[in-house]
């Protein structure tokens, strides 16, 4: 074994230690890789290690380019509203039993998510969901795995349906091979998509779990509290005692929320912070309290002096819940750093983050994607925050700033014109890709604006870094050495069977891996090995590559393993464990399914 080799696993096994610890967040890796991968190449020189020119090549791969288009296309087929007017005519279904409900959600999220990006049609139909799940007397956890999992299914039927099979298309074709068809990997999606459906249709409703969401931690005492604030007033013996050491503390009923001073939110232990002349507090009172804390001395409430700062009661929606948006701005700050309660006008009462509910050192805690709050304002805030990219609400639909219902035509007719060109005239996905950004952007779908920031940059670092690894691992010989010894452990199988042994290995290993980290990371690391193992056994690596797609996008049994996972985990107050007890068995159905169904379509 080279030193090439050993270095290039040494990085990849760096990588994959990062990327499951999650200690630093996944583009970081994926730079850092890079930049190793050049330091090496500057220094050594190795003529079995890329050049600095052949690393920066990876730039020029057209996958990554066609993956931001698509996610732009996605956000101008939200903003038009077609997904919100899908996900309205469920509504009409909600008297059909639980099963037909399943079948006929599948339908719908299936077929849309086959088109675009799944990210936005699951934040779209979420709210949708909880709400219909109310009138169908459902708990919503018992609905919101379905509608990710229903997501995927769609994903894995088309070239554009996941960022995956774009890029494993992308990929192949720098080696020589094939691109995808728009519809080729339908011949087993399809098939599979119904036995998941069917799946989830039957068993549904006995194996997912009911879970309560976050508005369950607060009593039904906290539930009918009223947002108010009061201020200190000069020259009383208040200033300098703590809340806790103030009339306010012993009378029940009375919850303090934040302490303002200087127009800015004091942090740390609040109640025993000490009070100063002119302090706003912000109290959460339950009715019979507010009369109480009218008499303690040296307070006045703000309501009192004519400031339009209105209570208002929870029954009348000023407690919510809301979660970080795919689009969402604040994601890796914390709450004292964006000044949430100036900038929203609302008060974060706790977060739900991978299982478990935080109520303490909110101030501290980084926001992340698909983080759940729950949190109490006005009306006038909570209408606000409806339009916001940041935070989507989740009793009502999201509401745009503008309606570009009248846009929907347009939108729907750049997409199926693309599909068209590339099923029909063999154009190349990235240039359609590409044309029908530049359309949306001279009719004035989509702003330049909205697009950059509809576009997940992270995934695209995170691409780019781990095509310079999957190039390190093919010139430094790491590649050919692991398919080697791979096809030596099916040297004593019939030779009839080996590639199907192998076709097994591919799709087990892809399938876990994407569990653990990143579907992109997976088939980059994968589709190298799927190629050279064909080449190595003298057979037609395709079937091979269409495991790996399908393998790397069925990602099932972990909340972190697939992002519309990671989206509900947090809404649909679920614990780790309730992904691998739904989604297990999923992923035996469409391995079986995929050794059936591969073969027959895609010969050796």
């Known amino acids: 074994m080279s030193w090439e080799i050993i270095v290039v696993l040494v990085i990849l096994l760096g990588s994959l230690i990062s990327f499951v610890a999650e200690k630093i967040s996944v583009d970081v890796t994926a730079i850092c890789v890079f930049a190793a991968l050049l330091l090496v190449s500057m220094v050594t020189g190795s003529t079995h290690w890329p050049e600095v020119g052949e690393l920066v090549s990876v730039f020029a791969n057209p996958a990554p380019l066609t993956i931001a288009a698509m996610f732009i296309i996605s956000v101008a087929l939200e903003k038009c509203g077609a997904i919100e007017l899908m996900a309205q005519k469920l509504g009409k279904l909600t008297r059909l039993p639980y099963g037909l409900f399943i079948v006929a959600l599948a339908i719908g999220v299936g077929g849309i998510s086959a088109f675009i990006n799944n990210t936005p049609v699951v934040v779209v139909f979420m709210p949708v969901i909880i709400s219909l799940a109310r009138k169908m007397n459902t708990p919503a956890s018992q609905l919101l795995i ?20 774009i890029l494993m298309s992308g990929i192949i074709r720098d080696y020589g091979l094939q691109p995808l068809g728009m519809f080729e990997l339908a011949l087993v999606g399809l098939p599979l998509m119904i036995i998941g459906t069917l799946y989830l ?5 006995k194996i997912l779990p009911v879970r309560e969401t976050l508005t369950a931690i607060l009593s039904e005492e906290e539930r009918k509290e009223y ?6 007033k000069q020259g009383t013996e208040l200033d300098g005692q703590s809340f806790a050491e103030s009339g306010l ?12 001073r200087d127009g800015v939110a004091l942090s740390g232990d609040l109640p025993t912070q000490p009070l100063r002349e002119g302090d706003r507090l912000v109290l959460a009172c339950r009715p019979n309290a507010i009369v109480k804390a009218r008499e303690t001395v040296g307070i006045d409430f703000v309501g009192e002096r004519g400031l339009d700062l209105q209570p208002i009661s929870a029954h009348e929606g000023a407690i919510v819940e809301g979660v970080i948006g795919p689009m969402s701005t604040i994601v890796g700050k914390t709450i004292r750093e964006i000044n949430f309660r100036q900038r929203y006008r609302m008060i974060i009462l706790a977060v739900h983050r991978r299982g478990r509910n935080v109520r303490e050192k909110l101030e501290t805690l980084p926001l992340d994607f698909g983080d759940t709050l729950l949190m109490m304002g006005t009306d006038k805030a909570i209408d606000n925050m409806h339009s916001s990219e940041d935070i989507i609400l989740l009793d009502r639909p999201h509401i745009p700033a503008q309606d570009m219902r009248r846009r929907m035509p347009l939108v729907i007719a750049v997409i199926a014109g693309m599909i068209g060109a590339v099923t029909f005239l063999n154009v190349p996905i990235f240039a359609m890709a590409v044309i029908a950004v530049a359309i949306l952007f ?23 870094g781990m095509l310079g690894l999957g190039l ?3 010139d430094s010989g790491a590649t050919e050495l692991a398919s080697s010894q791979l096809v030596h452990l099916v040297d004593d199988f019939p030779v009839s069977w080996q590639p199907l042994v192998m076709l097994a290995f591919i799709y087990i290993s892809t399938s876990i891996l994407t569990e ?27 079937p091979f590559i269409i495991a790996a797609c399908i393998g790397s996008s069925a990602s099932f049994a972990t ?8 989206y509900v985990y947090g809404v649909g107050g679920y614990r780790f464990g309730d992904f691998a007890k739904v989604g297990i068995p999923l992923n035996i159905l469409y391995f079986i399914g995929s050794m059936i169904i591969i073969p027959l379509f895609w010969h050796f």
Do not use: H
């Open 146 to 165: 379905p509608l990710s999992f229903l997501s995927i299914f769609g994903g894995v039927c088309t070239l554009m349906g996941t960022s995956t099979n």
């Open 201 to 205: 249709a039957v068993l549904g409703k």
């Open 227 to 232: 947002i108010t604030e009061a201020y200190v």
């Open 249 to 260: 503390k012993r009378t029940r009923g009375i919850r303090l929320l934040e302490i303002i």
């Open 442 to 464: 001279l009719s004035g779908t989509v702003k330049p604006k909205d697009a950059y920031a509809a576009i997940e940059w992270r995934i695209l670092v995170l691409i780019y």
């Open 472 to 474: 390190a691992l093919q």
């Open 516 to 542: 653990l980290l990143s579907n992109n990371a997976t088939v980059v690391l994968m589709a190298p090995v799927a190629i050279a193992l064909g080449q190595m056994l003298d057979v037609d690596p395709r």
């Open 559 to 566: 909340p972190i393993g697939y992002q519309t996972n990671t």
